[in-house]
């Protein structure tokens, strides 16, 4: 993050929202996850580390130079951070039960446990179900994204239409997939 951007982020009182807002929604997911056994458990740690990366980037109060989307984080209050949490915790656990059918019902079961949010958690996976084709496993990471960045755009109300913005998420959800994925296949031996 530019010094100029930390400096406005912090006069303005941007950081300081946006530090106690995260930290909540974070606590309460990272409580939660005390309720879940392994293998979820160690799943939901790196999904929810992941997410929050993601998430701090798309507002601009990451580490990256630029803001993926052109909102002011104060406007983003608990229950919107905690769908956009939720949001990017289903990409994740639909990404990994493509690869993981063994683990497929447990991670959607644990989900909805561990975000409180049944109607959500079935809404995203059914939709992103209809851009999965079964019969050729074929995983399209475009079109799946697509989806979340739709949802993303709905919640944070924001006017996302430069393909950059839709490009740039790719990129940065799907490699902090990989390196969750890569963390979590070293700590459980899948």
């Known amino acids: 993050m530019s010094l100029l951007r930390h400096l406005r982020n912090a006069v303005s009182g941007r950081a300081r929202y946006w530090d106690r807002t ?3 929604v974070v606590s ?34 990451g580490k990256m130079k630029q803001t993926i ?25 639909f990404l990994f039960n493509t690869v993981n059918k063994s ?5 959607e079961k644990e989900l909805v446990k561990l975000t409180d949010s049944p109607e959500l958690v079935q809404r995203i996976f059914r939709e992103l ?4 084709s079964k019969s050729m496993a ?5 079109s799946l994204g697509g989806r979340i960045w739709d949802e993303i755009v709905r919640i944070t109300k924001s006017d996302a239409t430069n393909p950059k913005q839709f490009i740039y998420f790719i990129t940065i959800s799907s490699e902090l997939y990989k ?12």
Request: charged share 25%; net charge negative.
């Open 69 to 93: 989307i052109n909102v002011d984080c104060r406007k983003i209050d608990i229950e919107r951070l905690c769908q956009l949490y939720v949001i990017m915790l289903c990409y994740f656990s």
């Open 103 to 107: 683990l497929k019902e447990s991670v």
């Open 22 to 24: 995260d930290n909540s």
């Open 138 to 142: 074929e995983l399209n990471i475009g």
């Open 28 to 61: 309460k997911l990272w409580n939660k996850l005390e309720d879940l056994e392994n293998p979820n458990k160690t799943i939901f740690q790196h999904f929810i580390v992941s997410a929050g990366i993601v998430i701090k980037e798309l507002i601009g109060m």
């Open 129 to 132: 179900g209809k851009h999965y």
């Open 179 to 190: 390196e969750a994925m890569q963390s979590i296949k070293m700590e459980l031996d899948i």
